[in-house]
């Protein structure tokens, strides 16, 4: 068990350019999350999978942002045409969804994103 | 719709002295809750979890917190602060055995003074 890793964990970019970020959970954990988090705040939920069937988007999500879980492992989340309100640090957490019992989120390190 | 208030953005305690941070939360179904640690430049670490059960949970790193549904309050405790506890502590609340997904408080910031 290695943990869930993000990356890149630091992304400076322009606005108006697109970025994609990888998030790679903890192996046979079928239920993966995005989140982001503003300086000074909790994190605030964008999106969820169980294995790759997005069933869940925040209405912080904007057109411009997509995930994707093509084969159920590694996800991806994109933002198109970037603002400087995008920029946050973007946390994944991934858990073992049986539906039975309560499982722990484990969260990655996460991806901070500085729009200039 | 759920959410979480954590009174106090900032608490400084001496250390070893006990260690309170405040949690209280709204929630039209009986909720989960759960407190996590963040340092810095790291991700979040779940520190213990209340979901059904005994309403005093303990946690890792001697930290503990009580459910209490009269005052919809959910308080982390330490009786003796260590240095290595500063962070931002997060206080979490979630509805739904569907997505599990957590709403957050704004956090509070533990500085420890020496």
């Known amino acids: 068990d290695t943990g869930v890793s993000q990356d890149p964990r630091h992304k400076i970019t322009k606005r108006g350019q697109n970025v994609t970020f990888r998030c790679d959970p903890i192996?046979?954990?079928?239920?993966l999350y995005w989140y982001r988090q503003t300086l000074g705040q909790g994190p605030e939920f964008l999106t969820y999978?169980?294995?790759?069937?997005?069933?869940?988007k925040s209405r912080l999500l904007s057109d411009r942002f997509s995930a994707e879980r093509p084969k159920g492992s590694f996800s991806t989340l994109e933002i198109q045409r970037t603002e400087q309100g995008d920029s946050a640090m973007y946390l994944c957490?991934?858990?073992?969804?049986?539906?039975?019992?309560?499982?722990?989120?484990?969260f990655g390190p996460g991806t901070r994103l500085l729009v200039l | 719709a759920q959410s979480v208030t954590q009174l106090g953005s900032h608490v400084s305690v001496s250390e070893g002295a006990l260690v309170l941070l405040r949690c209280n939360y709204s929630?039209?179904?009986?909720?989960?809750l759960f407190w996590y640690v963040q340092y810095p430049n790291q991700g979040l670490q779940l520190l213990l979890k209340?979901?059904?059960?005994?309403?005093l949970v303990k946690g890792i790193n001697g930290f503990e917190a009580e459910f209490k549904k009269s005052e919809t309050s959910f308080h982390l405790t330490k009786p003796s602060a260590h240095m290595s506890d500063a962070a931002e502590y997060f206080c979490?609340?979630?509805?739904?055995?569907?997505?599990?997904?957590?709403?957050f408080g704004t956090g509070t910031r533990l500085t420890i003074i020496p």
């Open positions: 192996s046979e954990h079928n239920r």
């Open positions: 999978f169980q294995n790759e069937a997005q069933l869940e």
């Open positions: 209340y979901t059904t059960g005994a309403t």
């Open positions: 979490a609340v979630s509805e739904n055995f569907g997505n599990e997904k957590l709403t």
């Open positions: 929630s039209s179904v009986p909720p989960y």
């Open positions: 957490a991934s858990r073992l969804g049986t539906g039975l019992v309560w499982e722990t989120q484990y």
